[in-house]
């Protein structure tokens, strides 16, 4: 499967952003999905994960109660939906797939180009 991220961009504290994933094929929805990020200087972690139904999502501590993961299998779009952004939100920003559970980096079998989210202070 393809997948290219987008939606990234510069935002103030306190906005919103839904960044999108656009995967290619027919295989989407037999993947578990994700989004990771990658700040400056930091390595890539999780931010979030969907069931290939999407009837089960996780976060990580900072995203839980400002970020939804979703996904519509029908269009073979995940998405992210980014509240009550803050600064230390900044970062490039990647989707996953995996025939396991992409919670973390060695688990994810395909990546998509990330998509730069900038956050002012």
């Known amino acids: 499967v393809q997948l290219q991220a987008s939606g990234g961009g510069l935002v103030q504290a306190g906005d919103s952003l839904r960044l999108s994933c656009a995967a290619s094929g027919r295989t989407f929805s037999s993947y578990n999905m994700g989004w990771f990020r990658q700040a400056p200087g930091k390595e890539r972690e999780s931010v979030a994960t969907i069931t290939r139904s999407g009837d089960y999502t996780s976060y990580a501590e900072f995203a839980k109660g400002r970020f939804t993961i979703s996904r519509d299998n029908a269009k073979n779009i995940l998405y992210l939906q980014m509240n009550s952004l803050k600064f230390e939100d900044t970062a490039v920003y990647y989707c996953?797939?995996?025939?396991?559970?992409?919670?973390?980096?060695?688990?994810?079998?395909?990546w998509g180009e990330g998509t730069l989210v900038t956050v002012s202070s």
């Open positions: 996953a797939a995996s025939s396991t559970w992409p919670d973390r980096v060695a688990r994810v079998n395909y």
